[in-house]
């Protein structure tokens, strides 16, 4: 089975089949566990789609983590 690895925004995305789609585990910088709401679709569906998916979920914990920091 052949992982295909992605650099977005210091995070890891490790992209493998299942079934017959497609499971991308996050693992933020520095980690060697993935994050639990890591996405995957089982069946048939474009790689680029949870791809996607799994870059909204970086997008939207950096969002998060912004305005903890705000003033």
């Known amino acids: 089975m052949a992982v295909e690895t ?41 790689k680029e789609t949870v791809i996607a998916e799994a870059k909204k979920i970086v997008d939207a914990r950096a969002a998060i983590k912004l305005m903890g920091n705000a003033p």
């Open 6 to 46: 992605v650099d977005y925004n210091g995070y890891r995305l490790e992209v493998v089949p299942v079934g017959k789609g497609w499971r991308v585990s996050i693992y933020p910088p520095g980690s060697t566990s993935a994050l639990p709401e890591s996405p995957s679709m089982l069946e048939k569906v474009l």
